[in-house]
């Protein structure tokens, strides 16, 4: 996963960077899992980081995701640890 096309941003109120802020945050939101199988795979994780980004940015950085075609849909982290 790539951060940004633009620069990153800071939040210091939170003491990390929105793209920091927003993988912590959707690794520790068990609703982050969206098929309910317990567990994140990368799909789920783009979408959650993107939304979050976004919306710690109020909309001004945009996460790009840059998957390699010999990465699948396995998962690989439990949700909500």
Do not use: W
Not at 17 to 44: C, K, V, W
């Amino acid at each position: 996963m790539a951060v940004s096309l633009a620069p990153g941003m800071a939040i210091p109120q939170m003491g990390d960077g929105a793209f920091t802020r927003a993988l912590l945050d959707s690794l520790a939101d068990p609703d982050s899992d969206m098929d309910h199988d317990g567990y994140l795979g990368p799909t789920e994780l783009d979408y959650q980081l993107s939304r979050r980004v976004k919306e710690l940015t109020a909309g001004k950085q945009h996460p790009v995701t840059q998957k390699p075609p010999t990465i699948g849909e396995s998962n690989f982290y439990k949700a909500g640890r």
